[in-house]
């Protein structure tokens, strides 16, 4: 089940709300989710346009009901209000959207390189938190093989676009020319390096800030010399002097505050790309145009429309890597039944061995003889059977075969855990 809160339906507030502060609260939130039994795995996808919830469960309705409960309780939403921002994606339908996100298929700039990525940290910070496992890492490897399947396929990522790159187009569009502009840039992560490397594009200079200056430094030294560090605590001053700002910072609370702001002549241009946002939006300054996310989704509209065709293309390489991943899960499946069919028969052998040795049948002395002849015969027996119903599980109809099976044998595996089973 994947649950998930994105640009499509949840309003940049709604997300600001609902996002992950720091990966603390994103194990706190794993950890109370993975204690109820009937959830396996989980992991956070934690962006600026998207929360992405991914769990292996037992129960989906029940699932879900408790990742909206917890949400609600730990970032004080209500639950109602909560589930109308929600899209709940069960089963093959998970599978397909989670693959079209990790392909950059369901992003706000479609084919925008960053999300591959992020979903692999999700992942990694799960992992070594012990609450994601083997079952979602297949997931995600088929999904990453996916999207580099769409990348080969197609030219959606050949003129790689994000958010940043709207941004700074959009300063071009608005400006005619960035040469020998200073683009203001805060924040040292993926967001701000992609930000600073379309403006060196444009022609503009950068002037580069972050809390830790260290991390600014390493990445003015990368991108060259028209990126100079500034000092954090001088942002006042920056923001006050030059016309292009653009945000992408971790912070919990807006950077840029209307006690900070100069009247000044000069219009300026401010770009937001951080949620929650940098910028507080009760800034009203009438010489100062402000773009949020959302903002700049709108602007990436015409993008996706040039990319349509390709993404036909694409959403029949996702159905093919959804109908593997399918069919490897459904083999899982059968493994905790073939398991217990041969623990069944064992028992069984133990049971009618010690009868007949009971009755004087058989001496007692060649009772565990008896045992493994006949364990020997029915491993012997099933060989075949188990054999063929391992490569019936891989096909369309596996599913009601192994149903039927169950019901047959009166196998009861709803509480097995089938990944102890199964290798690899």
Same mark, same amino acid.
């Given at each position: 089940?994947?649950?998930?809160?994105?640009?499509?339906?949840?309003?940049?507030?709604?997300?600001?709300?609902?996002?992950?502060?720091?990966?603390?609260?994103?194990?706190?939130?794993?950890?109370?989710?993975? /204690?109820?039994?009937?959830?396996?795995?989980?992991?956070?996808?934690?962006?600026?346009?998207?929360?992405?919830?991914?769990?292996?469960?037992?129960?989906?309705?029940?699932?879900?009901?408790?990742?909206?409960?917890?949400?609600?309780?730990?970032?004080?939403?209500?639950?109602?209000?909560?589930?109308?921002?929600?899209?709940?994606?069960?089963?093959?339908?998970?599978?397909?959207?989670?693959?079209?996100?990790?392909?950059?298929?369901?992003?706000?700039?479609?084919?925008?390189?960053?999300?591959?990525?992020?979903?692999?940290?999700?992942?990694?910070?799960?992992?070594?938190? $012990?609450?994601?496992?083997?079952?979602?890492?297949?997931?995600?490897?088929?999904?990453?093989?996916?999207?580099?399947?769409?990348?080969?396929?197609?030219?959606?990522?050949?003129?790689?676009?994000?958010?940043?790159?709207?941004?700074?187009?959009?300063?071009?569009?608005?400006?005619?020319?960035?040469?020998?502009?200073?683009?203001?840039?805060?924040?040292?992560?993926?967001?701000?390096?992609?930000?600073?490397?379309?403006?060196?594009?444009?022609?503009?200079?950068?002037?580069?800030?972050?809390?830790?200056?260290?991390?600014?430094?390493?990445?003015?030294?990368?991108?060259?010399?028209?990126?100079?560090?500034?000092?954090?605590?001088?942002?006042?001053?920056?923001?006050?002097?030059?016309?292009?700002?653009?945000?992408?910072?971790?912070?919990?609370?807006?950077?840029?505050?209307?006690?900070?702001?100069?009247?000044? $002549?000069?219009?300026?241009?401010?770009?937001?790309?951080?949620?929650?946002?940098?910028?507080?939006?009760?800034?009203?300054?009438?010489?100062?145009?402000?773009?949020?996310?959302?903002?700049?989704?709108?602007?990436?509209?015409?993008?996706?429309?040039?990319?349509?065709?390709?993404?036909?293309?694409?959403?029949?390489?996702?159905?093919?890597?959804?109908?593997?991943?399918?069919?490897?899960?459904?083999?899982?499946?059968?493994?905790?039944?073939?398991?217990?069919?041969?623990?069944?028969?064992?028992?069984?052998?133990?049971?009618?061995?010690?009868?007949?040795?009971?009755?004087?049948?058989?001496? $007692?002395?060649?009772?565990?003889?008896?045992?493994?002849?006949?364990?020997?015969?029915?491993?012997?027996?099933?060989?075949?059977?188990?054999?063929?119903?391992?490569?019936?599980?891989?096909?369309?109809?596996?599913?009601?075969?192994?149903?039927?099976?169950?019901?047959?044998?009166?196998? /009861?595996?709803?509480?097995?855990?089938?990944?102890?089973?199964? $290798?690899?």
């Amino acid at each position: 089940m994947v649950v998930s809160f994105n640009y499509k339906k949840c309003s940049l507030e709604q997300r600001e709300a609902i996002s992950f502060k720091d990966e603390n609260e994103i194990k706190s939130f794993l950890n109370t989710l993975t /204690d109820f039994e009937f959830i396996q795995e989980a992991f956070i996808v934690n962006t600026c346009n998207r929360v992405e919830v991914v769990v292996a469960t037992k129960d989906n309705f029940a699932t879900y009901h408790a990742i909206l409960g917890i949400l609600s309780k730990t970032k004080e939403l209500n639950f109602y209000t909560l589930e109308k921002s929600a899209l709940r994606y069960e089963d093959d339908e998970a599978v397909e959207h989670f693959f079209n996100v990790v392909s950059s298929l369901d992003s706000m700039v479609v084919g925008e390189a960053q999300i591959t990525g992020q979903v692999k940290d999700g992942f990694r910070l799960s992992l070594n938190n $012990k609450t994601a496992g083997k079952e979602l890492n297949r997931l995600l490897s088929y999904a990453i093989k996916c999207a580099a399947e769409v990348r080969n396929s197609t030219n959606i990522s050949e003129h790689p676009i994000s958010i940043a790159s709207v941004a700074v187009a959009q300063a071009e569009d608005e400006l005619n020319t960035l040469s020998g502009m200073v683009g203001v840039v805060i924040g040292s992560g993926e967001m701000g390096k992609l930000a600073s490397k379309h403006l060196l594009r444009a022609g503009a200079d950068v002037l580069l800030i972050s809390r830790n200056i260290d991390n600014a430094q390493k990445l003015a030294d990368e991108l060259g010399e028209n990126v100079k560090v500034g000092q954090y605590e001088k942002i006042p001053i920056y923001i006050n002097k030059y016309r292009l700002l653009f945000t992408a910072t971790a912070s919990k609370e807006p950077i840029i505050t209307q006690d900070i702001i100069e009247e000044k $002549k000069m219009d300026r241009l401010w770009f937001d790309m951080a949620i929650p946002r940098d910028i507080d939006k009760s800034i009203s300054q009438h010489n100062i145009k402000t773009y949020y996310i959302d903002d700049l989704q709108e602007i990436s509209k015409n993008n996706h429309a040039l990319r349509k065709e390709q993404a036909i293309i694409a959403a029949d390489i996702v159905k093919k890597y959804k109908d593997e991943f399918l069919k490897w899960l459904q083999a899982l499946s059968v493994e905790p039944v073939i398991k217990q069919m041969r623990l069944d028969i064992i028992t069984i052998v133990k049971e009618e061995s010690k009868r007949v040795t009971q009755k004087g049948f058989i001496p $007692k002395e060649y009772q565990d003889n008896l045992e493994y002849m006949a364990i020997q015969l029915f491993d012997k027996f099933l060989h075949h059977p188990t054999k063929r119903l391992r490569e019936i599980s891989k096909e369309s109809e596996g599913g009601e075969v192994i149903d039927a099976i169950k019901k047959v044998f009166a196998i /009861d595996t709803d509480n097995v855990d089938p990944k102890k089973y199964k $290798k690899g």
